[in-house]
T-cell receptor, first 115, second 118 residues
Framework: AQSVTQLGSHVSVSEGALVLLRCNYSSSVPPYLFWYVQYPNQGLQLLLKYTTGATLVKGINGFEAEFKKSETSFHLTKPSAHMSDAAEYFCAVSSSPNYGQNFVFGPGTRLSVLP | GAGVSQSPRYKVAKRGQDVALRCDPISGHVSLFWYQQALGQGPEFLTYFQNEAQLDKSGLPSDRFFAERPEGSVSTLKIQRTQQEDSAVYLC????????????????FGAGSRLTVL
């Protein structure tokens, strides 16, 4: 069975500061890993994904994440936070190339950006 | 359409009422998924269609939940005799489901239908 842990249900950073949102997973097979962002009253939008190949993955809006197999982690970072980054962030893991059928989402981390 | 469209966006039901939630996936997307997102939680898988075939319904919480996609495009999630614990946002997602699962099978989510059962 797969599972996802996101450390910190709420993270606050100052505008311009580093954003670090943590994600750890468990999977018995090589995982496909994803970060999604959810703005209020909207659906989930894909930020980035890891499937195979390069372990440092760059996504939209300046976000990136690094797959570390030895640490079973896929932490999300952004060098400089912007007010528009305030949202809920979900990490997800899947074992299947069909992805959605086997998606397991973490509980989410709410990011607040302070002026 | 350009995105996944869900309706209604908001639904308030009295306990015991039946509700129907609609999902219009992106045109041509083969796969369609329903998720339930309780307040403060991540989405949880309910059911999966490939065209009109419901291939996985293991996530449906009870036999009060029923989903269909009769023509392989629009899907409806029906909840009979709603209970307070059914209150959640119901998300629909679709994907192109290219052969080989190359990594292009990115899910596109709708904005969700927020159900409140009083």
């Amino acid at each position: 069975a797969q599972s996802v842990t996101q450390l910190g249900s709420h993270v606050s950073v100052s505008e311009g500061a580093l954003v670090l949102l943590r994600c750890n997973y468990s999977s018995s097979v090589p995982p496909y890993l994803f970060w999604y962002v959810q703005y209020p009253n909207q659906g989930l939008q894909l930020l980035l994904k890891y499937t195979t190949g390069a372990t440092l993955v760059k996504g939209i809006n300046g976000f990136e994440a690094e797959f570390k197999k030895s640490e079973t982690s896929f932490h999300l970072t952004k060098p400089s936070a912007h007010m528009s980054d305030a949202a809920e962030y979900f990490c997800a893991v899947s074992s299947s190339p069909n992805y959605g059928q086997n998606f397991v989402f973490g509980p989410g981390t709410r990011l607040s950006v302070l002026p | 359409g350009a995105g996944v469209s869900q309706s209604p966006r908001y639904k308030v039901a009295k306990r015991g009422q039946d509700v129907a939630l609609r999902c219009d996936p992106i045109s041509g997307h083969v796969s369609l998924f329903w998720y339930q997102q309780a307040l403060g939680q991540g989405p949880e898988f309910l059911t999966y269609f490939q065209n009109e075939a419901q291939l996985d319904k293991s996530g449906l919480p009870s036999d009060r939940f029923f989903a269909e996609r009769p023509e392989g495009s629009v899907s409806t999630l029906k909840i009979q005799r709603t209970q307070q614990e059914d209150s959640a946002v119901y998300l629909c997602a679709s994907s192109l489901d290219l052969a080989g699962g190359s990594g292009a099978n990115v899910l596109t989510f709708g904005a969700g239908s927020r159900l409140t059962v009083l």
